[in-house]
């Protein structure tokens, strides 16, 4: 590599203690290991919770629907569906009004284990919001959703 092509030691300091997209990757880790920790009694990962939880609907959602949701591409949502499923959690069917698309809903052992994980989440996000001191959980959150 030549001289010209070195990017100055300085630039590293700078992307490592100001890059939003660094310090929102590293704390979006650190949260996904607590609620996995907190969840694998359940044999639950906080994905999965995440992926219950938005089929918990009046209404079986679709495929497009819940991919959109939880910002995932259709494909990475359906690999994601197909252990729940054979967990025999979630159950995937073809819409009737549209043969082409896909609805998912809830088993009665997927909204048995939600309620069940519920309580644990509540706790553990109760956890992470006392971690955010002085700061407004309320306003992360919404800053967060700006960004999405």
Not at 2 to 12: G, H
Not at 91 to 98: G, K, N, P, S
Request: glycine share 4%; charged share 25%.
């Amino acid at each position: 590599m030549s001289k010209r092509d070195d990017v100055p030691y300085e630039i590293t300091h700078l992307v490592r203690d100001t890059c939003l997209c660094l310090h929102v990757q590293r704390a979006a880790r650190a949260v996904a290991r607590r609620f996995d920790e907190a969840l694998r009694p359940l044999a639950l990962t906080n994905g999965q919770f995440s992926l219950l939880m938005s089929l918990n609907r009046p209404e079986p959602p679709s495929i497009g629907s819940v991919a959109h949701l939880l910002a995932m591409d259709r494909t990475t949502l359906t690999a994601n569906l197909k252990p729940l499923e054979r967990r025999g959690l979630v159950t995937v069917t073809v819409d009737e009004a549209d043969r082409r698309s896909r609805r998912m809903a809830l088993t009665s052992a997927g909204r048995s284990l939600l309620a069940a994980a519920v309580p644990i989440w509540k706790r553990t996000h109760a956890a992470i919001d006392r971690l955010l001191g002085a700061s407004s959980p309320d306003r992360l959150r919404s800053d967060l959703m700006a960004l999405s």
